[in-house]
């Protein structure tokens, strides 16, 4: 059943706002009684200033019995999509509204707008009256179209939702009428899946989330252009630094959170390979900019820490010492930003206005976590570590969601951890636990060493990258900080060359299953994605199939049309 929201109220209450808001926020359709009098008036013999259409008003209510609005709104119904909801701004008298109480068609929801101060409606009106680009005229008490007591009277006792609006702007009145609307989802709706890393990064984590983004309708992605994650698909080989793996390949909603460091130009040109339109990307107008000073400081921790040295530390830095506002530029203050972030305030790029829009509509959320847990500014081996935090909880924050929102943490696992390369200077990327090289690896597994040390190149500074033995303690540690789930498990080529061709989880090898059993009991979680092989150079256009999916669950729309439009 149709569900149509009347407002009434006396002038300057609020009430226009109130319809645009609904409007704008949550798509509902406005009718608005006076353009439907400045229509009827265009057949009769009747000016279209204020006052004449209050003539006509008063004439059409004494000829149909107030019946004129309700015919017309039910007639404006039956062109407008079945679900969605109709605002009425406004209904002004008793018999408008019982026409629309009466109905067997229709659900209606009463809001009555009122101020108290007669004093604070006058200076609205004035201020109204001289900000207009149509001149209004006369005095509030002649302008205001409701002017019977009863009417009154009958709206404060007859409406749904009442709110005193002297001290509520457009905003706050509309939380509170969206609220009993029920036009906000429930804090226990779990929407929201979370990839993230295990180790210190390259586990693979832009491959699985380019598999899985297709089944998901928003792609969130935290982070700094620090981080690179390759993806093969059926396009190619695409390396994504600052959009979500997978955006090239789906027409899911992206959004890059407030938490995240951005490099303008390179963003710009990661949005144009990817083809990706304003109308999918919403950037967060609170989101830090990198500039090239930033990366000029980063310059001495590129030859200590093996640092990749594009600024995202320490433009994080600079915007907490400097609040003061000067020298700082978020993506609000960039014009080559602006069809992405929107214009504010109520920016289009709110991360939480996009994401309550997500939850509101049923939608499924994939979050796309950087880099690995042993590098978590908090939990890794500092100072060899990031400038966040890599675990989930630090992914949650830089978007802006709450862990009541978590559906799955998919936490990504590869067999042999890796670590960027030591600096050529001298200093150390860091303790890697049982460090072996690649030819070892190769050997062990039956792959070529020569494949397997051009392959495992950092995917944004190009450097080799140092290799250990699987650290039972390290996976357990991230197993506490992230609850996961689900394991990922990728570079099982890595255990065994013949997993390569397995399709199937029993084509693993012997060796490979127990591995994943244990792997297993250690995180009270499945493994529910094994990944056999990264696919390289002509065989990434060959066979992309190098995914077994076990999972029991699939990523798509949470609630049915049904359960989103009750």
């Known amino acids: 059943m149709r569900r149509i929201v009347l407002i009434s109220g006396h002038l300057c209450t609020g009430k226009s706002a109130l319809a645009r808001a609904l409007r704008d926020e949550f798509g509902f359709h406005v009718v608005k009684s006076s353009d439907i009098l400045r229509d009827i008036a265009k057949s009769r013999d009747f000016g279209k200033d204020r006052i004449s259409l209050q003539r006509l008003g008063d004439e059409m209510d004494k000829g149909t019995s107030g019946a004129w609005l309700y015919d017309k709104v039910m007639e404006i119904s039956r062109d407008t999509a079945p679900r969605r909801t109709i605002v009425v701004d406004n209904v002004r008298n008793t018999t408008q509204l019982e026409h629309f109480r009466a109905s067997t068609e229709i659900t209606a929801v009463h809001v009555h707008l009122y101020i108290l101060d007669k004093n604070e409606a006058g200076k609205r009106w004035k201020n109204r009256a001289n900000s207009s680009a149509v001149k209004e005229s006369g005095a509030y008490p002649d302008a205001d179209l409701m002017k019977n007591e009863d009417d009154i009277q009958f709206f404060k006792k007859d409406a749904d939702v009442r709110i005193e609006t002297s001290r509520s702007d457009a905003q706050d009145t ?6 009993r609307l029920g036009l906000y989802s429930a804090p226990d709706f779990r929407c929201v899946d979370v990839i993230v890393g295990s180790q210190f990064g390259s586990e693979g984590k832009g491959n699985i989330a380019a598999y899985l983004a297709n089944e998901y309708d928003v792609l969130v992605r935290v982070g700094g252009p620090n981080a690179g994650h390759t993806v093969i698909s059926r396009s190619g080989k695409y390396v994504y630094h600052q959009l979500p793996s997978g955006a ?18 390179k963003l710009l040109k990661e949005v144009k390979d990817c083809n990706v339109t304003p109308e999918r990307l919403f950037i967060d107008p609170q989101v830090m900019i990198i500039e090239d000073a930033d990366k000029k400081r980063e310059s001495e921790l590129v030859d200590k820490i093996g640092s990749t040295g594009q600024g995202g530390g320490a433009a994080a830095a600079r915007r907490i010492l400097s609040r003061t506002g000067q020298g700082i530029r978020l993506a609000k203050d960039v014009p080559e930003l602006e069809p992405y972030v929107g214009t504010g305030p109520r920016y289009r790029g709110a991360t939480t206005r996009q994401l309550e829009e997500a939850y509101r509509s049923g939608q499924s959320i994939l979050l796309e976590g950087t880099q690995g847990s042993g590098l978590s500014l908090y939990h890794g081996q500092y100072p060899h570590v990031t400038s966040r935090d890599t675990n989930v909880a630090g992914c949650l924050a830089e978007a802006g969601i709450s862990p009541s929102r978590i559906r799955r943490i ?3 696992t590869r067999y042999t951890p890796i670590r960027v390369g030591n ?8 303790a890697i636990k049982h460090e072996i090289d690649f030819e070892t690896v190769a050997r062990e597994a039956g792959l070529d060493p020569q494949e397997l040390q051009g392959n495992e190149i950092t995917s944004t500074t190009k450097r080799k990258r140092r290799v250990g033995r699987f650290d039972w303690e390290q996976f357990r540690l991230a197993c506490s900080l992230n609850a996961p ?22 084509q693993l090898t012997e060796e490979t299953i127990k591995f994943i059993e244990e792997v297993e009991r250690i995180a009270h979680a499945p493994v529910s994605l094994i990944s056999t ?4 150079g002509e065989s990434a256009k060959l066979d992309i199939r190098n995914i077994i999916d076990r999972r029991n669950w699939l990523g798509g729309r949470m609630r049915d049309d049904d359960e989103i439009n009750r």
């Open 423 to 430: 600096p050529d200077t001298g200093g150390s990327s860091g």
């Open 533 to 536: 092989r990264f696919p390289q």
């Open 248 to 265: 090239k390949d789906t027409n899911a909603k992206i959004l890059l959170g407030p938490g995240m460091t951005l490099d303008v130009e």
């Open 410 to 412: 998919l936490l990504v």
């Open 485 to 506: 789930t689900d394991i990922v498990l990728t570079f099982s080529d890595y255990i065994n060359g013949t997993n390569r061709n397995a399709r199937r989880f029993e």
């Open 174 to 179: 509309l939380v509170r009428v969206a609220a």
